[in-house]
């Protein structure tokens, strides 16, 4: 079992920047891949960005690639999203997922989820 607990959402004007963390619980996290996913107003949910379970290998989705970048703390049992030139179009809840495959991760979630955090962009 692994409980997630995202934070650092918050409102921000475009172009600036924010840090999402994601603490899980459970021994394990370091084997499990972890990622980020966001659903936006009347929007389905969207795979945002995910990392191995070394970190060596990162993923993004082509709408935030070269301005987010994923990280992860085995140590702390905490994965990272660090949201630079944001864009009103970030708008959205922030969720974390873990898994064990990287086919889940990059695309559909997660075994395990975070109960998300709210990023808001304002033009």
């Known amino acids: 079992q692994v409980q997630l607990v995202e934070s650092g959402g918050g409102l921000v004007q475009a172009g600036g920047s924010l840090r999402l963390s994601c603490a899980a619980s459970g021994r394990t996290f370091s084997t499990y891949y972890m990622g980020w996913f966001r659903q936006g107003p009347g929007k389905e949910r969207e795979f945002v960005s995910a990392?191995?379970?070394?970190?060596?290998?990162?993923y993004y989705a082509d709408s935030v690639k070269g301005r987010f970048t994923i990280s992860r703390d085995n140590a702390k049992n905490t994965v990272y999203l660090q949201m630079n030139s944001l864009k009103p179009e970030d708008t959205a809840v922030y969720y974390c997922?873990?898994?064990?495959?990287?086919?889940?991760?990059?695309?559909?979630?997660?075994?395990?989820w975070g109960q998300g955090t709210q990023v808001t962009v304002s033009s």
């Open positions: 997922a873990a898994d064990r495959t990287t086919s889940a991760i990059i695309s559909i979630g997660g075994e395990y």
């Open positions: 990392i191995s379970w070394g970190g060596s290998t990162t």
